[in-house]
């Protein structure tokens, strides 16, 4: 089963923007905090921005100044508005929804991704 399902992914020129939108199901966007993930060639996946439910955000340092994480509850959805990118962004972008099952451990739930390129 498809529990979250990315778009918005392309080919920008760097200094421009970009929204990736990741839909989700009622029970995963409610009960989860989510996040987006990216992971370049060669590189390790690294989160990228997270919102819980009741709308607190974490984001990276490299992104924090240029990203926005937010979420639209009545369409149980998630985006990440992009802006000021970088080649260094290129990556493909992963939503992600986490669930804590204990104090120690987390469950996690992921999109296929999409793919954003940055050109320099």
């Known amino acids: 089963q498809v529990l979250l399902v990315e778009s918005g992914g392309g080919l920008v020129q760097a200094g421009g923007s970009l929204r990736l939108s990741c839909a989700a199901s009622r029970s995963i966007f409610s009960n989860n905090a989510m996040g987006w993930y990216r992971q370049a060639p060669g590189k390790q996946r690294e989160l990228v921005a997270a919102i819980t439910s009741r709308g607190s955000t974490n984001y990276a340092d490299s992104v924090k100044d240029r990203f926005t994480i937010s979420r639209d509850n009545a369409k149980n959805t998630v985006y990440l508005q992009m802006n000021s990118l970088k080649p260094e962004d290129t990556a493909v972008y992963y939503c992600?929804?986490?669930?804590?099952?204990?104090?120690?451990?987390?469950?996690?739930?992921w999109g296929k991704g999409t793919l954003v390129t940055v050109s320099s």
């Open positions: 992600n929804a986490k669930r804590m099952a204990t104090i120690s451990s987390a469950i996690d739930y």
